[in-house]
Each structure stands twice: as structure tokens, then as C-alpha cells.
């Protein structure tokens, strides 16, 4: 099919209604269908990839002037490849955004920092971004991130702050912070995001869409082999379970992760009872919002009444307690270190060390402080990828916590206005449980099980399991989602009810 004759009937058939929340899908071709649908429309011929990429450019130029959520536009290079439709794999056709992280080849790569401002576009593609076009997915834009990764805040250093659909004065977290965006206002169904310490799923929790971070090297990355410790893998944010697992099952087909067992293509809900721990607190934050625990309480009841085994697991547990906080906290500051002082050498020749921003500067300083721990923390922390993980979990097969411990606080709170101990202070008591995971390399993937009463924002819970368990994590989603099916912006405003 040519042109935009073809309309797709869904129940997401309003623009958007009100100056406080950003949706904007219509009745175009991409209507309200994720992209395991898109796809198969595809197939059968029922819709055109350029049908689809044309309602996709249309959705972001719409919502950009609201979320700011686009680092770089790639649209005429994406028309030429969709009008060409000679794109293979499952998701051959379907338009996609890649996180401004890894490269992708013409386009420049910024990291969401002015010091990269100068960065000449990219000779040549990173092996995620090969996965993604062997998969079939169409890139047509970058999506912004805070600086380096560095901070949950949505607060883009080089222009307006990504802002989060659900409550525009609020962020999006980070540092997938318009990947997450631009999925949970409609403008496409999945995006890709990397995690190197809730990445994934904070915009995910804040934005309340579905994000998973995978076992470490589920998906190439560039820094494998690179530092003491990789602590970051990508993978993809979405509005259905389904998406998820389609996208770990084409990107099997193309790449091929050593030492982990396949996840294949999950088609059901698992059909097993599980043991589940419940963590309700972290050393970095002994009250998160009340509204938070509750709803983990309801999501313990309902794993409950679903066949599984729920206990709680102790939260002065020495494998998560104070030191593993200082540990991780003090390694992450390392890796802003290595920027301040490496930049021209591991990220790009144009890297300009007196354009950073504050905060990194402030981060780096933490670790510059204290750079005589830093052997220590990578030791400690490494033991904690062994066995600490696994005397974490002590048995269980799984383990549920909150992904963030409020909801999506507003701009000001987690900014850059904001002097640096206060901004690091505020994060890391916002994103103190997804951590555990990146230091382990185990998966985690968080799901939009409830909102606040009063404020709307979306509550997102937290599943985790051990390293290589993608599968049943996936499982166990589909079982959740099924359970309590998930209420995303578009039924909102549908039904009048944005905040």
C-alpha cells in the first residue's frame, strides 16, 4: 500500500487532550499496535514500511515541541530504506529509535554531553546497533540521555529537559530518559535503551512502560572486554511483554550471546510455581513512598494468588547492605573519572573536558577523593557478582522489589539547577534497588503495575532473577500482565482520566 489511505481502528483514538500529559497516537497506520503486530501487518502487505515510518515521523514531530525526546533526526536515509523494502528479519519495516549511546553509522554519537558537541558523525555502526538493522528495525532517530548515563535525571544538558508524558513538570528519570518517553506518549511501540545501573528500567518504572535489562553480554556492548567490571548491557524498552520477548528472540537469531543459555521465543505464561523474595527497602532509602509499598504488597498478594511462593528477604542482608552501596556508588563515580580524564582517548578525538557538566565534574571528584578505595570496591564487587548474588537470592528463583522508590519526581527536584551533593543525593534514594542487578549481571525487568492515587504517575515493580534466567523472567511477566492487564497513557486519556 502507498500513501495514508489506510486506517487502522483501535481503542487509542485521541490526540492529545491535555496541556499536562503528552499522547499522540491517532487512527494512522501505526494505530495502538505494538510491534509484534506491526510486523505481521507488514508481512501480510497489509500495511507499507514507509506507510508506517511516515505515521511514526509525523507522532514525534508532534510530540517533541512537549517531551524533548529527540537527540538526532535520521528521516530522509529512513524513507529511502523503507520505500526500498529491503530490509529483512521478524521486524522487517517497523520504525525504531536508537538510544544516543552506541553508534549509529552517519549519524553523530553525543552521549547527551556538550563536551561531544564537535563529534563528526559516525563512520560506522556498533554491533548493537547491527543487531537492531538485522533484525528488520528501521532507525529514524537518535533519543536523548543525561550526560554519559551518568544520573536518573531526564535533564538533557544540551537543550530542554526530556520531559515525562505522564506529567510534563515531571522527568522521565534516566538515563533512557527519550526512548522511554517517546514509547509511553505513543509515538512508537519500542526503543532501545542501555542499563548500566537501572537505565532501562527507571525510565521505564517513571514513564510506565516495560523495560528489561538482560544478563551481561545478552547483547553486544562496546564496553566488553573494556573495564574492570561492565556493568551495562542494552536492550529495549516497550508498552507490551510481547514486544520483549519477540526482540530477544530475532536478535537470538543474529547474534548469539556466549556462555548463556538461549532465551528462545516465549509464547506462554510460566506454568510453575516459583519461589519469590520481597525486598521492600534499600540501605540508600529505609522509606520509600508509602504508595510504593503498598503496591508492592498488592503485587506480592497477587504473585501469591497465582500459585507462587512469597517470603521476604532480609533487608540488612550483608550482600546489599551499606558497603555494597558504597561500593557501587564509588564505581560509578569511577567511571565519570575515567571521562573527565580519558575522554579523547575511550569515547571520541573531539571530546572537550571543559564543556562537562556539573554534575560529572562533581561525580568525578567524588571518585578522585577516594580513588584509593577503588581497588577494593571492584574486588568486593565482584565477589558480589559470584556468590553474593546467588546468598542474595538464597534459593529463591526470583526476587521482587520497586523499581524506583517514588514516583517520577518533577524537574526541579532532579535537575541540573541543583548543586551536585543534592543531585546525587536525590538519586541515588530514587534508584536504590535496580543496582543489584548491573553489579551482578543477572536480568531484571520492570513492569507498570500501579499509579499513584493522587498524582496519576505510574508505580513500576521490579522482577529479577539469576543470571541467564531471561526466559522465566519473561514468563513470569506474561503471567503478570495477563493476571492484571497493564493500563498505559492512551487508556488514560481515552477515557478522560490524565491527570
Not at 499496535?33 to 514525534?60: C, F, M, N, W, Y
Not at 535525571?153 to 506529567?167: H, I, K, L, Q
Not at 528477604?313 to 547492605?321: C, F
Amino acid at each position: 500500500m502507498s500513501g495514508k489511505s489506510h486506517k487502522v481502528q483501535g481503542r487509542t483514538s485521541h490526540p492529545l487532550v491535555s496541556s499536562d500529559v503528552c499522547w499522540v497516537a491517532t487512527d494512522d497506520a501505526l494505530a495502538d499496535h505494538d510491534a509484534v503486530q506491526l510486523a505481521e501487518l507488514l508481512r501480510k502487505g497489509t500495511l507499507s514500511p514507509l506507510e508506517l515510518l511516515d505515521a511514526a515521523i509525523a507522532r514525534i514531530e508532534r510530540a517533541n515541541p512537549k517531551i524533548a525526546a529527540v537527540s538526532a533526526r535520521d528521516f530522509e536515509r529512513a524513507r529511502a530504506r523503507a520505500s526500498n523494502g529491503g530490509a529483512d528479519g521478524y521486524f522487517a519495516g517497523v520504525p525504531f529509535v536508537m538510544k544516543d549511546q552506541t553508534r549509529v553509522a552517519g549519524l553523530p554519537l553525543r552521549l547527551g554531553s556538550p563536551a561531544l558537541g564537535a563529534a563528526s558523525p559516525a563512520a560506522a555502526d556498533s554491533r548493537m546497533t547491527t543487531v537492531v538493522k538485522d533484525i528488520g528495525l528501521n532507525i529514524f532517530a537518535t533519543s536523548t540521555m543525561p550526560e554519559f548515563g551518568l544520573t536518573t535525571s531526564s535533564d538533557y544538558f544540551v537543550g530542554e529537559p526530556t520531559r515525562n508524558p505522564w506529567g510534563l513538570a515531571h522527568t522521565s528519570c534516566g538515563s533512557s530518559s527519550g526512548s522511554a518517553a517517546l514509547v509511553a506518549a505513543g509515538v512508537l511501540p519500542m526503543a532501545h535503551g542501555g542499563d548500566g545501573g537501572g537505565s532501562i528500567r527507571v525510565p521505564a518504572a517513571a514513564c510506565g512502560i516495560i523495560g528489561m535489562k538482560p544478563s551481561r553480554y545478552r547483547i553486544p556492548h562496546e564496553q566488553e572486554g573494556k573495564l574492570p567490571l561492565p556493568i551495562s548491557s542494552y536492550g529495549v524498552v516497550s508498552r507490551t511483554v510481547r514486544d520483549q520477548c519477540a526482540f530477544y528472540a530475532a536478535a537470538e537469531q543474529v547474534f548469539v550471546a556466549p556462555r548463556l543459555p538461549p532465551i528462545g521465543r516465549v509464547l506462554h505464561p510460566v506454568d510453575r510455581p516459583l519461589r519469590i523474595g520481597v525486598i521492600e527497602t534499600s540501605p540508600a532509602n529505609l522509606h520509600p513512598d508509602p504508595n510504593v509499598l503498598e503496591t508492592l504488597r498488592r503485587t506480592a498478594g497477587l504473585l501469591e494468588s497465582l500459585g507462587h511462593e512469597v517470603d521476604q528477604v532480609d533487608p540488612a542482608s550483608e550482600t546489599i547492605g551499606e558497603q555494597f552501596i558504597a561500593d557501587f556508588t564509588l564505581y560509578w563515580a569511577m567511571l565519570a573519572l575515567t571521562v573527565r580524564y580519558g575522554g579523547t582517548r575511550w569515547v571520541d578525538p573531539s571530546f572537550d573536558a571543559s564543556k562537562l557538566t556539573s554534575f560529572t565534574l562533581g561525580l568525578a571528584g567524588y571518585a578522585r577523593r577516594r580513588v584509593h578505595r577503588i581497588p577494593g570496591a571492584i574486588r568486593r564487587l565482584k565477589r558480589f557478582r559470584g556468590e553474593g548474588y546467588t546468598e542474595l537470592l538464597g534459593g529463591r528463583d526470583v526476587i521482587l522489589s520497586p523499581t524506583l522508590s517514588a514516583p517520577a519526581p518533577r524537574l526541579e527536584v532532579m535537575g541540573h539547577g541543583l548543586d551536585f551533593e543534592s543531585h546525587f543525593d536525590a538519586m541515588k534514594r530514587l534508584a536504590c534497588f535496580t543496582p543489584i542487578q548491573n553489579a551482578a549481571g543477572a536480568p531484571g525487568i520492570s513492569l507498570p503495575i500501579g499509579h499513584h492515587p493522587r498524582s496519576g504517575l505510574p508505580i513500576g515493580m521490579h522482577l529479577a532473577a539469576h543470571v541467564g534466567q531471561e526466559r522465566l523472567l519473561l514468563e513470569l511477566a506474561l503471567q503478570v500482565e495477563a493476571a492484571q492487564p497493564f493500563s498505559y497513557l492512551g487508556d488514560r486519556v481515552a477515557c478522560g482520566e490524565h491527570s
